[in-house]
């Protein structure tokens, strides 16, 4: 099954102890969809300016990702500019310029309205909330968030998270959002909201995964080089919805297998700048990283004393 999905498309400008980039390809729904067409068919809904080139186009369309809902409007690229410390965990914000996502309308073509798994990626929840009016009944919705919105416009990402089925979310911004400190709390409070699974990415210590009564936790692989980690919570995403949308399989080991599709995509994305290691990367690869998760995090069963 195909996927939708609805986010930026962005330059990003991000500087890293290892490196910066400027006006680089990014944007949470370019990160997601690159990411989940290793699994699946995607269909893009996004907006970018005239500055946009046609080379980013074809790099999208060479990764089978349907671009004819990514139209280009007057005016420029939505542009974010970020900064990480030794502590890769947390960006800071140096600017975000919404640009064409100002006065942006999503539009979802008719073809896509009968979509069975859609994906509100990391943008103004106010565009989530349309882009929920305009579908039919998707099996699955997941949907992502970050501290810009938390902070600017928290009822309406409220309403929209009352709608979606599952949310992935960063450590930070769970606490932000439930004002909460202690993450099980934090979990429970947001759960509350009427969500089937919440997803929370806490960086270099993987993530934990909360699905109706049980709790899944996964390390991120343990990498000697991480030049830089935008991107990496929406490499997740795409990871773990493409293979869910691949395989249809929501039952509690499929959506377990899924963070671990989601996990092992991130640890690549994170290797290089912008999306330059999801340009070299070979499925090969992928299953070879998806064992290498299995036996870091394998171990016997109770042995009798
Ligand atoms: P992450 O996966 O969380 O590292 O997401 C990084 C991507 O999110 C970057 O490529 C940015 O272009 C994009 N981004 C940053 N701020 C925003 C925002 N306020 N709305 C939508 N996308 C954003």
Redesign the pocket.
């Known amino acids: 099954m195909s996927i939708l999905v609805v ?2 498309v ?1 330059f ?1 400008s991000v500087e890293t102890p290892f490196g910066k980039g400027e006006n680089v390809l ?3 729904a ?2 997601f969809s690159t990411s989940a067409s290793f699994f699946t068919d995607v269909n893009l809904v996004a907006v970018v300016g005239e500055d946009f080139p046609q080379e980013h186009f074809d790099f999208l369309k060479s990764r089978n990702i349907n671009v004819d809902g990514l139209s280009r409007s007057p005016g420029k690229t ?1 542009h ?1 500019k970020g900064k990480y410390g030794y502590d890769l965990n947390e ?1 800071q ?1 140096l600017a ?1 310029h919404l640009n064409v996502f100002e006065h942006f309308k999503p539009v979802i073509p008719a073809a896509y309205k009968d979509a069975e798994y859609l994906f509100l990626a ?3 929840p106010e565009l989530q909330m349309e882009v929920l009016n305009q579908v039919r009944k998707p099996r699955v919705i997941a949907c992502d968030t ?1 501290n ?2 938390i902070a600017s416009k928290p009822d309406a990402l409220k309403k929209v998270i009352e709608r979606v089925d599952i949310l992935v979310i960063n450590e930070g911004e769970a606490r932000q959002f439930s004002q909460e400190a202690n993450l099980v709390k934090a979990a429970r409070t947001i759960l509350d909201l009427g969500l089937k699974t919440l997803i929370i990415k806490r960086g270099e210590y993987g993530v934990l995964m909360f699905n109706g009564a049980s709790v899944f936790a996964a390390p991120a692989y343990p990498l000697e080089e991480v030049f830089d ?6 490499t997740f995403a795409g990871g773990f919805m493409g293979y869910l949308a691949n395989t249809g399989d929501t039952s509690e080991a499929g959506i377990r297998q899924a963070l671990i599709f989601g996990s092992v995509m991130a640890s690549f994305n994170v290797e290089d700048f912008s999306l330059n290691r999801m340009k070299s990367l070979g499925y090969k690869e992928i299953e070879e990283r998806y064992r290498s998760f299995k036996a870091l995090t394998h171990f016997e069963g109770l042995p009798s004393l």
């Open positions: 986010g930026s962005a990003d990014g944007g949470s370019t990160y939505f974010w960006a914000t975000t990391n943008i103004d970050m810009f919105w980690p935008t991107g990496a919570g929406d």
